[in-house]
């Protein structure tokens, strides 16, 4: 089948105004055009007829031919009405319903290719040709307009025979002057334009015989959408698409152009012709040889588009190209019209966008559900709304509670109290912005007396240098060990190894309630949440549920903590347990920061951040190797000690919009005694360290750094 996508010219103001008005109507310009093009003819170009009372008669003469085609019913047009385009002088010879000839410009509506033909013949052909018309709009009742054309029909067919160049000059003052005579196709480059006029010329002279071949211009009123599955259609546009070529002077043929690209389901054309046309045809060859396919509401493929691209996005992603766009609406197509013959057709109502005359059922609510989408999965509690979009309608909304902040679920011991915070472990003294003070306050202290964020809220490069540093060469920084490693008893109870060490981290220490500054202090960045426009998504790779930003991010910008629940290892590992076989937990993160400073660290004591039933977006985020764009940050806000901290996602360089957002767990792939089995990786990084993943390669410790080095530069 083919879905053509329309004809772009080159319009004159006064068209465009023309078309702005209708547009407001909801009428679109391909529907427009040939309408404008009738009047324009029948008026002598005079557009003071048609633009006064706001287009009034450009809008009667557009709902007359709706109702002219309600009246006909479904006879069929003798005439293909396929696309605008052509210029316009040129006689229309048709040979049938699915020819065209080389001359043909059938486009532009009606031709009487008979050397004779009454008016009312003439005005019955118009009446068919409405036929296969797109009904956008319900039909008024009849109207002069239809009239006015049908009188000016009978006026020119009854004048007496003259030769095409008198007539001209009876057609208007700009036909005699032999300047374009239609603004509508008028090109744009003036030296194809006077080449235009000349061929015109001698098409005419040409063609027209002595017995007055006329041409009303009273074409459908849209065929923008007029691809079907039916193979007529389909090589109707084929020979639209080749007749932008016939329709091209011969010397003028070298400048048009033909451009084809396959896209997945089917294949793009786009021609265009040095008189300005293009025309984009769509070709959905899945459809083809498809036995349970019916064209679908074209309605239907519009709203479902519209919803996934525009409700959806608001803007468009960078990934998406016009070939994806295309594909979409193809894919979409196929499955409405497959779906429509599943549950048996009815007819369709005649105000509605049919593609064609087949009998044609409402969109069911399967087909709605197509796609999912949430306005805002925090319920309202973050700053700005988060959206979850799933363009496949495949995967079940996820289920879990959205909590902003870590609660405590029940035994972990999380003692936020002003009491523990020493004088001069805060800046009590301080107002308004700390950022501001020319001598850095005690907060700063954590991070060698500088603040860890620039005054726009970012984290300061040498802070982030040396937080990349300790992710990518860990084995260049310090370690602590635990005589006693939650982590190893969690491997082995009975006999634990040796602690392999924990990297002493680099921490962030926000101003907080003791401090005198304001909330709007420079160093008060995570406790202040969420402010990136960010999108939940299904990803492509089949790593399940993402997070990407809606928005360019800058590096070193805060995107969100990991908030969950917080739970000792012991409830933990009970969780665990409790998870059957397959059904994975696959959302808790260690608060292993200070582990080594605190030497025996119990399992009741360890602590945890679960966000499988309730989380933060940061849930949402999946693992890269090495090169993921965020970074995670122990962050102490209101707690004194590192037995609880915040786990903050900084980005690590400038992120585009639409880009996922990932982090890289710090997984090892390698060890399979870790009680929660690691995945299989899809992170698509080429520095994958998940060895059973085809074709990635594992650099270590140089080659990252050059990585690293060359991304933040
Ligand atoms: C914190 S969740 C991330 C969100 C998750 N994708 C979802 O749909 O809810 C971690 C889980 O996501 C999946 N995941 C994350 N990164 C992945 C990757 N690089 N390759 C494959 N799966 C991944 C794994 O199932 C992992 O256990």
New binding site residues.
Partial sequence: MTITFGTIMAPHPRVIKAYNAMRSLGISDEEVKPVLKNLLQLYDRNWELIEEDNYRTLIDAYFELKEAKQTEGKRKAPISYLNGRKPKQELHLVDGDDQVSSTDNSSQGLSVEDSEITPNAFKQKIIKSSQTSIVHMKPTSSSQALQRMSSEVERISTLPCMPARDRKLHRGKASAAGHCEDPIDEPSNPRVQRKNISNDHQQKELMIPRTEKLKLHLGPVSTSYNGSANASNGNCCAKSLSALYQNVPKKDATSACNNSKRTQKGSIDIASSPLGEIKISLNCEAALGQPNFRIPDLDAIMKSIEEKYLKAHKIVEPQSSMVKLLDDLCGIYLKLGLSLNRNGSTPKSANSRNVACLPLQAVTEDDKNSFHFLDDITKGSENVKISLLDETGSEDV?QFNYIPYNVIYQDANVNISLARIADEGCCADCAGDCLSLSLPCACSQETGGEFAYTPRGLLKEIFLKDCMSMKLEPLDHHFVYCQECPVERSRNDIMAEPCKGHLVRKFIKECWRKCGCDMQCGNRVVQRGLRCKLQVFL?R??????IRTLEDLPKGCFVCEYAGEILTNTELYERIMQKSGND?H??PVTLDADWGSEGVLKDEEALCLD?TYNGNVA??????CSDANLIDIPVEVETPDRHYYHLALFTNRNVNAYEELTWDYGIDFDDHEHPIKA?????GSGFCRDKKQKGTRLLKGKKLKEIHARKTE
């Avoid at 790779?541 to 993402?546: A, Q």
């Avoid at 849930?619 to 890269?624: A, E, K, M």
């Avoid at 995945?679 to 992170?683: A, T």
Wanted: charged share 20%; hydrophobic share 20%; aromatic share 18%.
């Fill in positions: 996820p990803t790779e089949g790593k399940g549920w993402g994975r696959t959302y966000a849930r949402f985020i999946n693992h890269r995945f299989n990786c899809c992170c």
